[in-house]
């Protein structure tokens, strides 16, 4: 078996001589007990690796085509089976459990469901710890280093199976996993991507708001709201925009400023409170705020009105930017995604020797 480069994953694989390309089973290894996912046939020395390494408590199916050998994995660990719902009865073995879309399996795997593919119940897994994707059917790694679809002839409807995939982009990830092909550990989601950007019966850089829905962030004191997460969805690489929609009483962010991002906020429905070390300034509806970098850009949005308001705003995605919280004396470093007082700072020797 193959140790993969994130941690406690392993793959193993047949050589497909009709597609001319790998399948293969993967086995996440944990303590509190091993999934299979999607397994193939096993070379002795697979086996004996796989025995060592704790077998399986559970076989994961993503779906009807890929049940493979999960019968006879099942017969040799005893492990139970799992498969979406839509495919429970169409699969030869029985499965010990169901799941629906967006179901946690274990914690920090999640099942995401991918309609108008071949199989009703096609699902992808979503390791939500690991930044990783892993898809069993529609997304193959083929040509080597690149993603690719199912050939549309094998899809139920190959657009609508295609731009389902903006499921998988709403999700934070770096590596995808296929059960056919060659897997991607670098900039995956951009290949996703590209994949989609390439096809000529769908155009993933355009959507409608109303064709999404709001998603609620839950958070401590007044930083609760709505919001609909844009860039993701469309293949943005440098622009992030979201639209926030925020209730009486609540804020948007603590008040901050980005180190090297900009920020532009058009409000586009309500009137609200903008924060500023300048003092507070009423915006409504129509206004466009800029928020350079710097202290100049310090700013938060509260709803002080008995009415909900609605603000698009748009940032740069600056990699090495650095977000300050004055109020706080924190900093929050984006290559570090961890919060950090800022005092007592420390000299530059300090605790070397």
Not at 20 to 46: C, K, T
Not at 212 to 224: L, N
Not at 261 to 271: A, F, K, L
Request: hydrophobic share 40%; net charge negative; proline share 5%.
């Amino acid at each position: 078996m193959k140790r993969l480069m994130i941690d406690g994953l392993y793959s193993w694989s047949v050589f497909s001589e009709i597609r001319q390309i790998d399948f293969n089973g993967h086995l996440w290894v944990r303590g509190e007990g091993n999934i299979a996912i999607d397994p193939v046939a096993m070379s002795d020395s697979d086996r004996e690796h796989f025995e060592k390494l704790g077998g399986a408590k559970w076989i994961v199916i993503t779906n009807r085509d890929h049940e493979r050998e999960a019968a006879a994995f099942q017969e040799w660990t005893g492990a139970e089976v799992i498969v979406h719902e839509a495919d429970a009865d169409l699969v030869d073995i029985k499965p010990s459990r169901t799941l629906s879309d967006g179901e946690t399996i274990v914690p920090g795997l999640k099942a995401v469901h991918l309609q108008h593919g071949k199989s009703p119940g096609e699902i992808a897994l979503y390791f939500s710890h690991k930044g990783t994707i892993l898809f069993g059917d529609i997304v193959a790694g083929e040509p080597m280093g690149r993603l690719s679809l199912l050939a549309d002839d094998k899809l139920e409807d190959a657009p609508k199976a295609a731009m389902q995939l903006r499921k998988v982009l709403a999700l934070r990830f770096n590596a995808v996993l296929v059960g056919d092909g060659h897997s991607i550990f670098r900039d995956g989601r951009q290949e996703l991507v590209d994949c989609l950007q390439a096809r000529n019966d769908i155009y993933i850089n355009r959507i409608n708001l109303n064709e999404m829905e709001w998603a609620h962030r839950k958070a401590v004191g007044p930083y609760c709201f709505d919001y609909k997460d844009i860039d993701p969805l469309i293949g943005a690489k440098n622009i992030g925009y979201c639209v926030y929609r925020l209730p009486s009483g609540n804020a948007t962010f603590p008040m901050h400023l980005h180190h090297f991002g900009e920020e532009m906020c058009y409000v586009m429905d309500g009137t609200c409170t903008l924060k500023t070390p300048q003092g507070d300034i009423e915006v409504k509806m129509g206004d466009f705020i800029a928020f350079p970098p710097g202290p100049v850009g310090t700013h938060k949005f509260v709803n002080e009105g008995d009415q909900p308001v609605t603000l698009l705003i748009l940032g740069t995605t600056t990699p090495h930017d650095v977000s300050e919280y004055p109020d706080s004396n924190k900093v929050l470093p984006f290559v570090l995604q961890k919060i950090y007082r800022k005092d007592p700072s420390l000299e530059y020797f300090d605790g070397e020797v």
